[in-house]
T-cell receptor
Framework: DAGITQSPRHKVTETGTPVTLRCHQT?????MYWYRQDPGHGLRLIHY???????DKGEVSDGYSVSRSKTEDFLLTLESATSSQTSVYFC??????????????FGEGSRLTVL | GQNIDQPTEMTATEGAIVQINCTYQ??????LFWYQQHAGEAPTFLSY????GLEEKGRFSSFLSRSKGYSYLLLKELQMKDSASYLC?????????FGAGTTVTVRA
């Protein structure tokens, strides 16, 4: 199994507060991703990174920012949480070198509730 | 843009076969993935198709037709532990876009 850890795994917060989710990998994979998963929508890409300090927006990036200062860490920040950001957040990593297919390996998820 | 469609739910009997279809219209294509996700858990990789045809992996097979924008996942000899959501995903460069998932319920 790919070494990916997310923290915190569960968080309850109030509307308007900042929240940071952390993803840490020990696989030295180049690509890292943040998805959110909601009933009826499946997994939707928020932001992704293709290297240290190289990030780009996904399809649902409004209200989120990311940073990647080291290969192993990818942070997702909600500057001012809203109830619509209540979701399960998954971090994923991938590598596309050599025989790798570019499949994603997922962390265990972080359940965020915004009251 | 990305448009990936799959049925919402399917029910089948233990020991039977179920086929989950996925149709896609995407701006780019570098392969199609199937993932399995049990309730409350992370998705796990099942299969990958980049060329047309059938890929077989034990009880699971996946088929791709790029000209039709179509794939299916075939689950044979269903077991209770196969009750899960199955996610179809299309790769474009190094990004994966997912369908909403198909929840398969296996009945005894």
């Amino acid at each position: 199994d790919a070494g990916i850890t997310q923290s915190p795994r569960h968080k309850v917060t109030e509307t308007g507060t900042p929240v940071t989710l952390r993803c840490h990998q020990t696989e030295n994979h180049r690509y890292m991703y943040w998805y959110r998963q909601d009933p009826g929508h499946g997994l939707r890409l928020i932001h992704y990174s293709y290297g240290v300090k190289d990030t780009d927006k996904g399809e649902v990036s409004d209200g989120y920012s990311v940073s990647r200062s080291k290969t192993e860490d990818f942070l997702l920040t909600l500057e001012s949480a809203t109830s619509s950001q209540t979701s399960v957040y998954f971090c994923a990593i991938s590598e596309s070198r050599g025989r790798n297919t570019g499949e994603l390996f997922f962390g265990e998820g972080s359940r965020l509730t915004v009251l | 843009g990305q448009n990936i469609d799959q049925p919402t739910e399917m029910t089948a009997t233990e020991g039977a076969i179920v086929q989950i279809n996925c149709t896609y219209q995407t701006s780019g294509f570098n392969g199609l993935f199937w993932y399995q996700q049990h309730a409350g858990e992370a998705p796990t990789f099942l299969s990958y198709n980049v060329l047309d045809g059938l890929e077989e992996k034990g009880r699971f097979s996946s088929f791709l037709s790029r000209s039709k924008g179509y794939s299916y996942l075939l689950l044979k000899e269903l077991q209770m532990k196969d009750s899960a959501s199955y996610l179809c995903a299309v790769r474009n460069d190094y990004k994966l876009s997912f369908g909403a998932g198909t929840t398969v319920t296996v009945r005894a």
